[in-house]
């Protein structure tokens, strides 16, 4: 079976979805609506270790597959969020070229790597050896600050980095959006889209962005974009559940 | 304030949301979207009791109110409920008057009922005079079998019941569905709800439903009902999630 | 080293306390203070398995003694409380000799009783043999109804029954007091304590009575009672706090 | 694929593991070793709600079968161990041929019982239909007590009712061992064992024994026997860990 | 309503108190005696993430205002404790100025800091304007080593910090005490609480101090300190206890 | 009694055991079977914060000693790990002197380093002189990469090092294994072994090593180590189930 990684360095289209809550029943329900990945958002999802060690078990139940978007470019987070079974990690806020390669180098085993062994759940689907893991692990690094933007081609040049992933509300804070994603005035947010997905392709590296709606997930794999995460279980519940206290109380 | 078993009891048009999975985050999100009350099942629900304990805080916390289905007509389960601050109790599986007294006891204090004192967390917003806990808190007994179809006038004439609730699922099977819900060949399904509505009103007490979708409980609180429950945050979150997958892919 | 159950049934002097939260590290440093026994509100108090599990846990790494006030008079949580390493379990609302009597099979093996063998955890401090257990497990039988108290001779006989144990809340509502513990008008109140103090005595088994200060529980100490706990972790906390909060703004 | 429950009522020859703590990770593992069920003992096991839940989970990404011994003969806790997903119950403590009866109706939907409708978890993996859903059920029921030994032909004889398993400890405590297992003098015990597998086979259904080696676990399916545990995850750490520790020294 | 971190700034007189245990319940119940903010310790309070987010839940539950003494001058962690609904960080062992605008820097986003947007839960009671959120939200370091101390005015005057807050235990260990807090023969101590107060008037920002007791905490807002917490839930409720205890053996 | 720190410095044979699943019950009953130590990972381990704390506790039940492999060298965690009641911990990945040094800091109060005073939890055990408090914590560092190696005798040499630990799994990858432990053609790692053992015991500090058998450990303690962990619950609970299963299907 192909692998996700594997999927994604070829550039794919791929559609992930974005949980937030620590809610491993919803991550078991949502893996198996034929999404491509589940991503647990530790940096600002509301999910601590317990709950996303049962959250990648939730999604290995339902034959899926996970992603961690960890909590800060660092080593140990990185570490064990493979250890515990996610095929990959997004890693936010990396601002460089050198960064970038701290984030590869972070997922990957000597002599790649400086990943230390010890894949203690993640070793139950990835075999022992490093190199295979190394190949199986999707190391994809953020593009969300003035100083990414103005690296990307170094950036999306780095041995071991497999993909950019746009966050839009920090990347239109960085370019002096007055609210995260209030871009109309800011024309600069859409050059910056293209001249990132530009740079991907021109690497030969997946291109992907955060959206919040299916449409808007369309829209980018269809402009340029090989993948994206609709965001998230929070925002969709309260959508749904808004849309039918106003019906039955119409 | 009007308590919301003053409200229930008034035969005010109520309109709850119903949750399933231990997500206190979530429940925080749906009890300030303007529902009347977020019930927790603890039957059916994947929810313990830390999850239940956490999730009437964040309910709390969204200051709204908190319903908890309970795992049986049992006091021991509907007192914990109770004192972790519940505002009231859905009592499954009732099947007679007599069962609708015991669940209605285990709900008040002597000399009105049984429960036992200590409001440990009930005791924060609830003060310590049992008379008037008894009055702000909500009894409902659930209608699921044919036994209490049967005995639906004394359960609604039952002192301390302050409303009756019909589980579609359970009732249909009851009167013979192939399927919970599949009730288009069973038309003792839909005189059954009106009966049910109808013994309720005649006895002054509240008649509650449960739904799957808003336009659902619309028609219901049209029809004769005067509360129900859209269901739930696990079949909404997927809903909302599977149409945005569908939108990403077209 | 004479067991807890030995003193308690020898009408030993004991003073306990009384936990009511699910705060394994308060239980730690409570069970060092001194007290004779640690005693978790499965009952009324907002702790679930998991949290009574980690209670004794850290009551045992403190050298102290756990007892469980469980949720009801039935033996699956009876032994539930008593596998996890509880040494004895206070029985709430027993209502006559035949509950009483049921209570004490439920702590006992068979021939003495019908508790089910495999203390998973228990069975790391008391030994293999069924009988040594059953001496070592203690029973203490809430008394709290009307139905208790015109049965507490046949009670206090019951074989198996170690203690009996005033819940004053919930005796004085029985007896028509307005409200919890308001029972400066109900002289059958203090009657009822004295009447029950003394069957125990006359049985040779251990009287005990909820108390909430220190000063209470000496009271009773020197009124007949052999043992006491004092409630609880959540009220002593707010009462520490407040006094605190007041000398700060002094 | 044929289910669990049908092959266990063919007879066929199944070997399953005991687990008693709360450890999904475990879970995981150990369901992976090609054992036919993980059986999470919710009776005596130091397994709470949340823990369980967590287990099925992990078994199910294992591609494993989970099996839940119940705390009680109760239809509360059997229905939220089905519908959390577990394959089947075994249901300790059955004392007669009515209480088998109970426990079968526990396990089934109207109109062959009175489970009440809600698999949440559980509907992932077995369809909405009622019918099929009682099919892919196992209703196993425990003989450990005298009642249940006098009954024995009857209790096989229950329809719905899908094998009975041997609880060795209670059974001989029952028996008059002076310690669970310690049959040495008791040749009632030997007897009982081949009277219950004997029934079982006249019946028709599956006879199980819980086992503490393999070697055990052998000897009975060689026997007589369809079925058995092998017991437990922690008694096999700590003989693991024991001799791991006297090479280590040696 | 005045935010918190307006009356923090404002040097009002603030009175908080200090949580080192994982127990939301708790939280919920001081939180509503009237003190100006919970803090949780996230340093050396024995809480992890899960249950942090409970104790904020619960203060919100209470109407209260939370902090958190947040691990480590890091932007992961303090990035976590705002999105949570913390409202405010106090930022331990801050030693220099630089670290103070590091700290600063964290609880800020663009164009003032660099904090990453996605207020997850915080976003439930602070809007999505990015400047109200940087204004609501205060900003906290803490003096307690020789280098805080020799930049002491430096630090004062960082742009985004909010207050300085003395840590009395490692200050005293910095400056060579014997013990933490054994500081009768350590009048540097002395000197450096005025000198650290001094500064913060000098500024025009909040000086705190770590209390004790409600006494030490009148003492210092009378001696120039602006806030103070009293600490803490554990040692409060040890106290009592143990007082209880000797009334009770009284 | 001598505390397990000056043991270990005293160059004693010890012999601990490696826990990587959250399983306090079952540390409790690792922890009474004689090992000198559990050593929680919580590195590679499947263990957060709360699993970790639950753990120490249950060790300290069972009258053992804890160690943690912290998650990195970094003052938070370490001083988390030694709060909640660690005896000392094993620094990973510790690259240099310096590194080592840094490690060695972070587990003492000043002068002696920089340790944060707050042993909530420790202090129970470890009384209030911080001298006292850093003479009981011992402070291992690990060997695993070629920079550390390289530096083998000025990390020895580093005050407050206790001891150094191999970690043979990143170790033989460092020194280009194809697998970890693949050491048949990679005689520079058997080498490495006798090189660090021996600059351990030229500076007098303990020598340990990562095993998985005792036999394994028997070997290691004869030739030149002074400790080892054997390694992990995990392993050997698989390796006795695998057994149980071959030996029942036999
Ligand atoms: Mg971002
Ligand atoms: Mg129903
Ligand atoms: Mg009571
Ligand atoms: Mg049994
Ligand atoms: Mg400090
Ligand atoms: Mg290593």
Do not use: K
Not at 31 to 42: E, H
Not at 44 to 50: C, E, T, W
């Amino acid at each position: 079976m192909t692998s996700f990684a594997t999927r994604l360095r070829a550039r794919d289209r791929i559609v992930g979805f974005w949980q937030v809550t620590d809610n491993a029943v919803a991550a078991e329900h949502l893996a198996g609506l034929g999404y491509d990945y589940l991503c647990f958002d530790l940096q600002h999802g509301l999910i601590g270790y317990a709950g996303f060690l049962a959250g990648v078990t939730a999604v290995d139940a339902a034959g899926g597959v996970s992603l961690a978007r960890v909590g800060a470019n660092d080593p140990a987070p990185i570490g064990r969020a493979l250890d515990a079974g996610a095929q990959g990690v997004i890693v936010p806020l990396v601002d460089s070229a050198a960064e970038a390669a701290a984030a590869a180098r972070a997922c990957r085993y000597p002599p790649a790597g400086g990943r230390s062994f010890g894949p203690m759940r993640a070793g139950l689907r990835i075999g022992p050896d490093p190199r295979a893991a190394d190949e199986a692990v999707a190391c994809v690094v953020m593009i969300e600050t003035r100083g990414a933007l103005d690296d990307i081609d170094a950036i999306c040049a780095t041995p071991g980095v497999d993909g950019v992933y746009i966050g839009p509300a920090d990347l239109s804070l960085a370019l002096g959006a007055p609210r995260p994603g209030a871009v109309e005035d800011l024309p600069e947010f859409e050059e910056a889209l293209t001249r990132i997905a530009g740079a991907a392709e021109s690497a030969g590296i997946a291109a992907g962005i955060h959206c919040f709606t299916g449409a808007e997930a369309a829209r980018h794999l269809a402009g340029g974009f090989t993948f994206t995460s609709v965001s998230s279980d929070l925002s969709h519940l309260e959508s749904a559940a808004r849309a039918s206290l106003q019906a039955a109380r119409s």
